[in-house]
């Protein structure tokens, strides 16, 4: 994961949503990790990359159901 040059793609599921997504990309880049934000207008399958060797590690979807206030720190679904 550490070699990626993307380690977490961060993705929000509508663009309702493009706030909190960059809120949680900034907050990643503040921990030390290499972070993409796909705010394009596609549905969700669009933005995960399908090859089995994609260059980014993680993805983090950001969806309204995960805006609410978790200690005061954005919060996102992330997978592998």
């Given at each position: 994961?550490?070699?990626?040059?993307?380690?977490?793609?961060?993705?929000?599921?509508?663009?309702?949503?493009?706030?909190?997504?960059e809120k949680?990309?900034?907050?990643?880049?503040?921990?030390?990790?290499?972070?993409?934000?796909?705010?394009?207008?596609?549905?969700?399958?669009?933005?995960?990359?399908?090859?089995?060797?994609?260059?980014?590690?993680?993805?983090?979807?950001?969806?309204?159901?995960?805006?609410?206030?978790?200690?005061?720190?954005?919060?996102?679904?992330?997978?592998?």
């Amino acid at each position: 994961m550490w070699l990626a040059p993307v380690q977490v793609a961060v993705l929000p599921i509508t663009d309702r949503v493009n706030d909190y997504a960059e809120k949680v990309s900034a907050g990643l880049k503040a921990a030390g990790l290499r972070v993409e934000t796909n705010l394009k207008s596609e549905k969700i399958g669009a933005k995960i990359p399908s090859r089995p060797n994609a260059e980014n590690a993680f993805h983090a979807s950001a969806g309204r159901s995960r805006m609410g206030a978790r200690c005061g720190r954005p919060f996102a679904s992330v997978q592998r």
